[in-house]
């Protein structure tokens, strides 16, 4: 799950995990760019690389570039040098002198779990869109730079994994703003002709509902929107033939959320649609939840709407029993 | 430091306000979470100066073209471009104000260094062939944000403008370049590698058998190439350690001047805010202050009623039966809209509970801007201009 920063991507995966757990699968979120929030949501400590379970069916750790590495080394029968390396700044040498050494420890760790078939599904919470692009290219970058040896082998693994749709997905989370939509779209391109890896449906997070029927059927039908005065006498008349009496402030009140919440709703909407028009490939849409905070409550709803619309796509993207990372 | 401390050696310094950050700073760094408006507000200030009439130059960092989108341009040179005046001039501004707008390119800002600090053609050259030495740009963390402030330095130095204002990069890492100096220093005087390198002659054999098993372990696992480019570019590099020291103590020098100030950018959600705070603390325990927080996207609230009341008003609404005189539509319709209300009452006083104490938090005496979530998208010049108008009017 790839995203640029604050548009939601720890709560979608979150939301993600809940619904794959609710159909029977287990699933592991693993975290790799510090923390993120996720352990707050499931009201639980920040994750540590050792495993821990959030909720039924949902387990989550952090994978960082470190343990992956002195597990790796360990592994390898190289155990005895690793403190070494750390404490004498080589580490930092040769992490500096092979670009992406330090994601494909993390790749290679997710790529092991995946093989290990512990989970039906792994949710990898990626770092930041331009970043995400980055992290994903990095095998193949060693595969170029390595000539030899265990890393290249384990390059060549993760670029295995990448590369098979039934293996591993990218699901790409944005928020109908201009600035994210377009980075998820360079980002959406990016992935499929550099790293070759096949996008799930994306995610378009925080859409401001406009379930009001003040857009049909009735005088509000007919007003517009943004005219305060008129939509004013719309909810005057409202509120008077419900024998429901509103002060002055109340009614301009009214009239103003009503009015803003329009525009950002039309701003959305027209991002929404430039996003399908850029990229051919299915929206999930999430509503913007007014909550203010992210609980365990709010992600069953994001769980929720997710699903119901999961159910509706071309071919079901949850729910195979192979382990898949996205 | 915890973050109660934050901001107490301020207590006695008069208050700041965006206008006066404004007039006396030579420097803005901006600092903050991603997508929080960052590269835009930091055009908003660049603006703000030029058209108060100071050469103004925002730099940023960013990968994508976030700044040129904001400013309406096709793209960004490498290099400062002087935005057309009546891109951004209006006809009540100071004439003398000049906008600029650059792309920081890190790898040439490196190589400009190398270049400066090398003994002749040769031994630049012999470096910048390095495969090693082209990864340290891209590779080593912070390395990018640190060539933000060199290209600072040396923004500051030509003496085109007044105002720089830098924005950082988005990401957990963006204050990696007040670490950075170091970290490239200490990457340079590497003790195993000036082992391996110091006694040119003799080679690995002066180093002992402890560093020997460890290279060898090493070209295990990246290969002997990759290796012996790292030992070939710290031979390279002899000698010019000093100059990098000198430069790095020099940018250090520049953040710390009393013209330098920190302007965090955040949104009202709780994780940017904690963000946010984190940043501070580092800017802190660095030894620097944070001069002003703008605070992006808060929802507007309407009407002072709690949500949770106007929520139970609605409820009790739809509750009521329909009569001939009062329709249940009209009152389904009532009820929506105490919905709506409610809605951005609560996100609203959810928001400024996230924010209560930050200005405290902060830093005593900053600047504080808050600027709503704009009904429209950002990316045009009079966009700016409405959030320039936000910042510099809003009451600290």
Redesign the interface.
């Known amino acids: 799950m790839a995203g640029?920063?604050?548009?939601g991507k720890t709560t979608v995966v979150a939301a993600l995990a809940v619904v794959a757990a609710r159909s029977g699968l287990s699933v592991l979120i693993a975290e790799v760019?510090?923390k993120s929030?996720l352990s707050k949501a499931f009201g639980v400590n920040d994750l540590e690389y050792e495993e821990i379970v959030l909720s039924k069916g949902i387990s989550a750790r952090t994978l960082t570039p470190d343990a992956a590495l002195s597990e790796w080394l360990q592994g390898?029968g190289?155990g005895r040098?690793a403190r070494?390396?750390n404490a004498?700044?080589?580490l930092?040498?040769?992490?500096?002198?092979?670009?992406?050494?330090k994601d494909i420890l993390v790749l290679g760790k997710i790529k092991g779990l995946e093989q290990s078939k512990a989970f039906d599904l792994i949710l990898v919470d990626a770092p930041?869109a331009?970043?995400a692009v980055s992290f994903l290219t990095s095998p193949l970058g060693l595969l170029e730079?390595?000539?030899?040896?265990?890393?290249?082998t384990q390059a060549s693994d993760v670029v295995a994994m990448l590369s098979d749709p039934s293996r591993a997905q990218v699901m790409l989370v944005t928020t109908p703003?201009?600035?994210?939509v377009?980075?998820a779209i360079?980002t959406a391109f990016a992935l499929e002709d550099r790293v070759g890896v096949a996008l799930g449906p994306i995610i378009v997070n925080g859409i401001y509902t406009d379930n009001?029927?003040?857009t049909s059927?009735?005088e509000?039908g007919n007003t517009d929107l943004f005219d305060h005065t008129a939509l004013q006498e719309s909810?005057s008349?409202?509120?008077q033939?419900?024998?429901?009496p509103l002060s002055t402030?109340?009614i301009s009140?009214?009239a103003?959320?009503?009015s803003?919440?329009h525009?950002?709703s039309r701003?959305q909407s027209h991002?929404a649609d430039e996003l399908s028009k850029s990229l051919p490939i299915p929206q999930l849409r999430l509503p913007y939840l007014?909550?203010?905070?992210i609980g365990f409550p709010q992600i069953e709803r994001l769980a929720d709407a997710l699903s119901a619309q999961i159910e509706s796509l071309p071919d079901p993207l949850i729910g195979e029993p192979a382990g898949k990372n996205e | 430091m915890n973050k109660a401390d934050l901001g107490t050696s301020a207590e006695d310094q008069p208050e700041i306000t965006f206008a006066s950050l404004l007039a006396e700073s030579r420097v803005i760094i901006c600092a903050g979470s991603g997508g929080v408006g960052k590269t835009t507000t930091a055009a908003a200030l660049a603006i703000q100066a030029a058209r108060s009439g100071k050469r103004s130059i925002v730099v940023t960092i960013d990968p994508a073209k976030r700044l040129a989108d904001a400013l309406g341009l096709p793209g960004l040179a490498p290099d400062p471009v002087i935005i057309d005046d009546h891109l951004w001039m209006r006809s009540d501004d100071s004439t003398s104000g000049q906008l600029s707008a650059m792309m920081l390119d890190p790898k040439a800002t490196f190589d400009a260094l190398v270049a400066r600090y090398a003994d002749g053609v040769e031994q630049s050259e012999r470096i910048l062939a390095n495969s090693f030495y082209r990864s340290i740009s891209s590779a080593l963390g912070g390395t990018q944000e640190y060539m933000a402030m060199e290209k600072l330095h040396e923004l500051s130095e030509c003496g085109d403008y007044d105002l720089i204002v830098v924005d950082t990069p988005p990401s957990r890492n963006a204050l990696d370049f007040l670490d950075a100096p170091e970290r490239l220093l200490r990457l340079l005087n590497n003790r195993v590698f000036r082992v391996i390198t110091a006694p040119a002659r003799t080679g690995f054999r002066a180093a002992g058998v402890a560093v020997q098993t460890l290279v060898r372990a090493i070209s295990r696992v990246i290969g002997t190439e990759v290796v012996d480019d790292i030992v070939a570019f710290f031979r390279a590099f002899e000698g010019m350690e000093e100059g990098f020291r000198e430069r790095a103590m020099s940018v250090r020098a520049l953040i710390a001047e009393s013209t330098t100030q920190f302007v965090l950018i955040t949104s009202p959600r709780r994780d940017a805010v904690e963000e946010a705070e984190y940043f501070a603390e580092r800017i802190g325990d660095h030894g620097y202050r944070v001069s002003g927080l703008i605070v992006n996207r808060v929802h507007p609230m309407f009407g002072s009623e709690h949500g949770d009341t106007l929520r139970s008003r609605a409820a009790a609404l739809r509750g009521l039966p329909a009569t001939e005189t009062a329709p249940a539509s009209a009152r389904d319709r009532l009820s929506q809209y105490l919905d709506v209300l409610a809605d951005f009452q609560s996100v609203g006083s959810r928001e400024r509970h996230n924010l209560d104490g930050v200005q405290l938090r902060l830093g005593r005496g900053a600047a504080v801007a808050f600027v709503p979530f704009l009904a429209r998208d950002v990316h045009s010049i009079e966009a700016l201009d409405e959030i320039a108008a936000l910042i510099f009017v809003t009451p600290t």
């Not at chain 1, 640029?4 to 548009?7: D, F, P, Q, R, T």
């Not at chain 1, 730079?145 to 290249?152: F, Q």
């Open positions: 640029k920063g604050g548009v760019e510090g929030g390898n190289l040098i070494r390396l004498s700044g080589i930092e040498i040769v992490a500096t002198a092979v670009p992406g050494m930041a331009g970043h730079a390595v000539g030899v040896g265990p890393i290249k703003e201009e600035t994210p377009r980075e360079e009001l029927t003040i059927e009735n509000l909810i008349l409202d509120a033939v419900s024998g429901y402030a109340e009140d009214i103003a959320a009503i803003f919440r525009a950002r701003v991002q007014f909550d203010g905070e």
